[in-house]
Nanobody
Framework: QLQLVESGGGLVQPGGSLRLSCAAS????????IGWFRQAPGKEREGVSC????????YYADSVKGRFTISRDNAKITVYLQINNLKPEDTAVYYC???????????????????????WGQGTQVTVSS
């Protein structure tokens, strides 16, 4: 079955760190732009970081710049989101998505209803609380 699977979420204290993983099952991510999104209860989906397949360009939302780092593994199967200095406002379900027809900036900045990207993961919960 072709799918994306997120992992790495959990409960962490403010100031802590997490590394989220978005793993492709049944395919590789070579030709896909990958995005990390988050959605907190009662809030709109936010594209926090995306990485293009074509040129490796990276987009970060202003709210996470300097604290979040997106990266790919050499096997082109997993994309990571390193989150440092976590804040309570980072609490959300984090999703990853893959699409072959978009760029990092477009993917992350597209709002509105959930776009029909090629793949969406099921999400992983991140809770920041003392």
């Amino acid at each position: 079955q072709l799918q994306l699977v997120e992992s790495g979420g959990g409960l962490v204290q403010p100031g802590g760190s997490l590394r989220l993983s978005c793993a492709a099952s049944g395919f590789t991510l070579d030709y896909y732009t990958i995005g990390w999104f988050r959605q907190a209860p009662g809030k709109e989906r936010e594209g926090v970081s995306c990485i293009s397949s074509s040129d490796g360009s990276i987009y970060y939302a202003d709210s996470v710049k300097g604290r979040f780092t997106i990266s790919r593994d050499n096997a082109k199967i997993t994309v990571y989101l390193q989150i440092n200095n976590l804040k309570p406002e980072d609490t959300a379900v984090y999703y990853c998505a893959a699409d072959s027809l978009t760029t990092a900036q477009t993917m992350c900045r597209t709002g509105g209803p959930k776009p029909r990207y090629d793949f969406w993961g099921q999400g992983t919960q991140v809770t920041v609380s003392s």
